[in-house]
């Protein structure tokens, strides 16, 4: 009842606090800044946008299921030192945003990037994501114009928190945005030498709806259920049904999410597969150039418009070399 009048009464207390409790910043190389983020393309962009500035932490591990992700109650201290905890929002991160809630200091933030970037009427639901579950397709992250406004956004709540920094976060981004409007160009480009225009997705894993819509592309499906288990035989058995009926050239697996069921469907529909798209799984170790949301959207761009028939010497020649080093923690 009183928590909001006294949001205010908090709003000043942190500076007091933080002089006295700060064993947070008084590792020397530290800037200051501690912030969590959840899954790898965020952590990564957030990286991109905070350089040798600020500390940022990620918490869902590499190549896990980040949509059933539940963090070990350890996240907790990491979530209480953090001064800006980024989540992707839209449903994605519930438990990790209860932990939070629930640990974090007074006067540090929650922002839900993706929440806070698309407006509730363009939410998708479609197949893993029906409606009536209540939670909307949380991908937006595999769509470069979302990317974009992600790092927007980060910049922001970087610089409000550190607005010395303001400027060196206005040209990271300027740089991050250059660098995917880049790799955007560059799929507009090879996308268009897919033969007959079959811009077609069947995919495992429901993670390319925004992307889909944004640039000219057809989700047939997903064979994912909601419930993020493999389909069910009856399930397979439509599913064969419809890549026939449909003529879909090629089925897309996902690392994160192996499945037999790709080979199964493909054997019954002579339907080619390729079961190595990733969804929020950066490519190479961390460190490496292509360890990075630009290296994981080059791969993921470049090998559905190669096993459609494309060519793709523009998204080849796409320069993903991290601006600024990337010090983030990836947990593996
Ligand atoms: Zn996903």
């Known amino acids: 009842m009183r928590l909001r009048p006294a949001l205010t009464a908090f709003a000043a207390l942190p500076l007091i606090l933080g002089a006295c409790a700060s064993s947070g910043s008084s590792d020397a190389s530290a800037s200051g800044l501690l912030v969590a983020t959840t899954v790898s393309p965020i952590t990564s962009i957030a990286a991109a946008i905070a350089g040798d500035k600020v500390r940022v932490e990620g918490i869902v591990p590499e190549g896990t299921n980040s949509h059933t992700f539940e963090p070990e109650p350890s996240v907790a201290k990491l979530l209480s030192d953090a001064d800006i905890v980024f989540i992707n929002g839209l449903k994605l991160e519930d438990p990790t945003a209860e932990l939070a809630k629930a640990n974090m200091k007074s006067g540090a933030d929650l922002v839900e990037i993706g929440t806070t970037v698309i407006p509730e009427s363009d939410y998708i639901y479609d197949f893993s994501f029906p409606k009536e579950e209540g939670k909307p397709n949380p991908h937006l992250w595999t769509d470069p114009l979302y990317a974009i406004k992600y790092a927007a956004v980060i910049r922001d709540e970087l610089s409000k928190k550190d607005p010395t920094n303001a400027a060196y976060f206005a040209a990271n981004f300027d740089a991050f945005a250059a660098q995917a409007t880049a790799l955007a160009n560059a799929l507009r480009a090879d996308q268009a030498t897919v033969p007959n225009g079959a811009l077609k997705l069947l995919t495992y894993h429901d993670a390319y709806a925004y992307f889909a819509k944004d640039f000219g592309w057809q989700i047939i499906g997903a064979l994912q259920p909601k419930n993020f288990e493999d389909p069910s035989p009856s399930e397979v058995a439509a599913l064969i049904d419809q890549v026939k009926a449909?003529?879909?050239?090629?089925?897309?697996?996902?690392?994160?999410?192996?499945?037999?069921?790709?080979?199964?469907?493909?054997?019954?529909?002579?339907?080619?597969?390729?079961?190595?798209?990733?969804?929020?799984?950066?490519?190479?170790?961390?460190?490496?150039?292509?360890?990075?949301?630009?290296?994981?959207?080059?791969?993921?761009?470049?090998?559905?418009?190669?096993?459609?028939?494309?060519?793709?010497?523009?998204?080849?020649?796409?320069?993903?070399?991290?601006?600024?080093?990337?010090?983030?923690?990836?947990?593996?």
């Open 246 to 332: 449909q003529q879909v050239p090629v089925i897309f697996g996902s690392e994160v999410f192996p499945s037999k069921v790709l080979e199964e469907i493909g054997s019954a529909t002579g339907a080619k597969y390729e079961d190595s798209l990733r969804d929020d799984d950066l490519p190479g170790a961390p460190g490496e150039a292509d360890h990075s949301w630009l290296g994981l959207m080059k791969y993921d761009y470049t090998t559905m418009i190669r096993a459609l028939g494309g060519t793709t010497t523009n998204l080849d020649a796409v320069d993903i070399t991290p601006k600024v080093k990337d010090s983030a923690v990836y947990p593996q």
